[in-house]
């Protein structure tokens, strides 16, 4: 009998549709995305900016090589330059988060010739061997080595490792501004700022990777903003393609200028559907007004969390995360509350050994809110019940 490689362990639902912030299931019973399939589903399921874009290109043309010019590609320009800093002037398009990271791991070992990098205890950066070398979690590692080039993890936040570690050998450093996968960490203004000088004296590149907590979530448009600095390079992914696989890297001018052609490549990078796929989640994001709602609501769920937090001291030690990057951070494994949620509806992930993630899509009401909260509560209460008897 053919089998699913198990890389996932399934959560044994079948989901049958999704609508804006709700899935169903085969039973039609609904249930409140926080999951949003790690975080991708962010304009909502079936977005219908996104939705409509994609069926308009779906008539016209599928598959079309980069070597190509076509009119999608010109308006998902334009429509990129209005959501990227001024000085990202270059960027090139992938189909997920880990062959971005990959390629702009790949500009700074090409464009700095060195080949030393920094990364960050509970860093998250994908699976291919260049992105897994970045990625911290050893048990993701295990078997994998020799890895393409020599990593440094420093503390995340730790402005003096920083410091100490960022010499004229290192080719980039690579961080997120909230750790996604890694627990919900964010990062001080302080310590992006030092990443920033460091870089900037020792000619090192700052890559800024924003697959998950970009394009709005975490209640502003790139959330390496707040620190008030600019990366050389900037890698998105996840909800800017509305839910098709769509990814991005955005280069400074003297980087992009020195790419050749054969450099690097893609089959399917940019492809037509891809692009109106890009195209709809770029005029989605600014004709709703995505990153004010994002903000609106991520206070909300913030002020909720901290509710539920005091309610329940003996199973919480902490709100984590920004806007609606969100989470809990538990006294033990989140994945029976996972579980208690998903039996009352509520769809969520776990970041780290404790952390319990919510990444709802921007659409989410205050109603909906105020009902995680109420099934957040039933849930832990049920749990600790269950550890005192
Ligand atoms: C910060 C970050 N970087 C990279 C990746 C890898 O993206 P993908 O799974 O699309 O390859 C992820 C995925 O969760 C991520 O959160």
Known sequence: MLKLMGFYAPRNLRIVRGEG????????????????????????????IVVEEIRNQLERIMVLSPVFDSEVKDEVTKLLEM?????LTYFYLLNSGSEAVE????????????KKFISFINAFHGRTMGALAMTWNPSYRKDYDPFPWEVEFLPYNDVGAVERAVDD?????IVEPVQGEGGLSAAKPEFLKVIRERCDRTGAFMIVDEIQSGFG????????????????????????????????VAAREEIGAKIEAGAHGSTYGGNPLALAALKGGIKALLEDHVVEKAAEAGELMGRMLERVASENPES?????????????????????CIQELQSRGV???????????????????????EELGKKLNESLKTLASRKTT
């Open 21 to 48: 912030q709700y899935l169903w299931d085969v039973d039609g019973r609904r249930y409140l995305d926080c999951h949003t399939s790690h975080g991708v589903a962010f304009l909502g399921h079936r977005n219908p």
């Open 83 to 87: 959501i990227l800093p001024k000085h």
């Open 103 to 114: 390629l702009s791991l790949k500009l700074a070992r090409r464009i700095t010739g060195r």
């Open 169 to 173: 050998r290192v080719a980039a450093v």
């Open 217 to 248: 979530r975490t209640g502003v448009l790139w959330a390496y903003q707040r620190a008030g600095i600019e990366p050389d390079i900037l890698v998105a992914g996840k909800s800017m393609g509305g839910g098709f696989p769509v990814s991005m």
């Open 316 to 336: 919480v030690r902490g709100v984590r995360g920004l806007g609606l990057m969100r989470g809990l951070e538990l006294r033990w494994s989140p994945t029976p």
């Open 347 to 369: 769809l969520a992930l776990r970041a780290g050994l404790t952390v319990l993630r919510l990444l709802p899509p921007y659409m989410i009401t205050r109603q909906d809110i």
